[in-house]
C-alpha cells in the first residue's frame, strides 16, 4: 500500500503523513492490517484480488475479493467490501456461493501518530450457503507509526461480529475481538515488503483464540497501479493452517 515519504509502496499504509497531504496510491491489501490513510477527495480506488485458504481437509478460495474505497472529504472516505464467490471444500463435499458484501466508512483523527476509525456492517444478501442470516457489524481503530524512513509500525484493534444459529431458525449475534501488528520495509521506490501478526479473541463469542502470521511484497507498477503477494500460517490449531492472495489495487482518475 504504496506511499511517498520513504514509503511509496507501503503495503500497511505506514507512513506518518496529515491525511489531506496524501495523494499516493495506498490500499488495504494485501495485509490484514487496515491504513489509517483515506483516499484523496473524489478519488475512487480499486482493490482486489484472489484469496486461497486451507485448514487440516477444509479448502476456501474466495475471488475476485474486491474493495472499493471513494473519498468524500480529504478526511473521510466511504467503502464497499465484497469476498466474492466462494468455495469450500472439505474432503469429498464442496459448497459454493456469493458472499455478504459490506458496506462502511473511514475517518482520519489525527496525524501524528496517524489514526483512523473503521466502521463496517454486512449485508445479509449474498447466498445462504457462504452468507450469513443476519447483519453483522465491526469496528476498529488503525493507527500508524513512521519508526525511519525506510521502516514503519501500524496496528488495529477492534470488534466484530457473527451470526450464530440456533433452534426454531432464531439466531443471535456473537463478537470477537481482533486485533493486527505490522512492519512494513521500503526496500525502493518501487518494491516493499511487510510482516505481520494478527488474530481475534473471544468476546460474548466463547469460540477459542485464533493467532496467525503472514509476510509479502508490492510492486508499484505505476503511480495508480500495484501488484501484490502475500501468504501465512496459523500459529495455533484454532487458526488456518496456511493461505495465501495475490492481486492488484488501482486508482482511477479524478
Not at 480499486?46 to 473519498?71: K, N, Q
Not at 508490492?218 to 488456518?240: C, F, H, K, M
Not at 496456511?242 to 482518475?253: E, H, K, Q, V, Y
Request: with cysteine; hydrophobic share 40%.
Amino acid at each position: 500500500m504504496p506511499k511517498s515519504c520513504g514509503c511509496r509502496w507501503f503495503p500497511i499504509l505506514l507512513c506518518v503523513l496529515p491525511a489531506s497531504a496524501n495523494d499516493e496510491l495506498v490500499t488495504d491489501r494485501p495485509d490484514q492490517t487496515e491504513s489509517a490513510v483515506v483516499v484523496p477527495r473524489r478519488s475512487l480506488q480499486v482493490e482486489t484480488g484472489i484469496t486461497l485458504e486451507r485448514d487440516d481437509d477444509v479448502e476456501i478460495l474466495a475471488v475476485p475479493g474486491t474493495l472499493v474505497r471513494y473519498g468524500l472529504s480529504h478526511r473521510f472516505e466511504l467503502r464497499l467490501a465484497w469476498p466474492g464467490w466462494v468455495q469450500v471444500e472439505d474432503g469429498s463435499e464442496s459448497t459454493d456461493g456469493l458472499a455478504d458484501p459490506e458496506v462502511g466508512m473511514k475517518l482520519a483523527l489525527a496525524s501524528r501518530p496517524e489514526l483512523a476509525l473503521l466502521a463496517h456492517v454486512s449485508l445479509p444478501v449474498g447466498d445462504e450457503e457462504v452468507g450469513a442470516p443476519d447483519p453483522a457489524p465491526s469496528m476498529r481503530l488503525s493507527a500508524a507509526h513512521e519508526l525511519t524512513e525506510r521502516l514503519g509500525f501500524g496496528w488495529n484493534a477492534g470488534i466484530e461480529t457473527g451470526s450464530q444459529q440456533l433452534d426454531e431458525g432464531r439466531t443471535r449475534l456473537l463478537a470477537r475481538w481482533v486485533y493486527t501488528a505490522a512492519m512494513g520495509f521500503d526496500l525502493s521506490d518501487t518494491w516493499g515488503a511487510f510482516l505481520e501478526v494478527f488474530g481475534d479473541l473471544p468476546a460474548s463469542d466463547p469460540s477459542p483464540a485464533a493467532h496467525s502470521m503472514d509476510g509479502g511484497i508490492t510492486w508499484l507498477l505505476s503511480p495508480r497501479l500495484q501488484l501484490d503477494l502475500a501468504a501465512g500460517i496459523g500459529l495455533n490449531a484454532d487458526a488456518a493452517d496456511r493461505f495465501a492472495t495475490a492481486g492488484l489495487s488501482i486508482r482511477l482518475p479524478r
